[in-house]
């Protein structure tokens, strides 16, 4: 495998993980209420 490929699925899962961060905190989503009043 050359490193551009290595690079390219590297990005792509550093941005999933970062997708998978975001879903969590919308509120009504998330199992753990975050900021309940």
Do not use: H
């Amino acid at each position: 495998m050359s490193q551009d490929i290595l690079d390219e699925i590297n990005s792509l899962i550093k941005k999933y993980f970062d997708d998978q961060k975001e879903e969590e905190f919308i509120p009504g989503k998330t199992k753990i209420p975050l900021a309940v009043p």
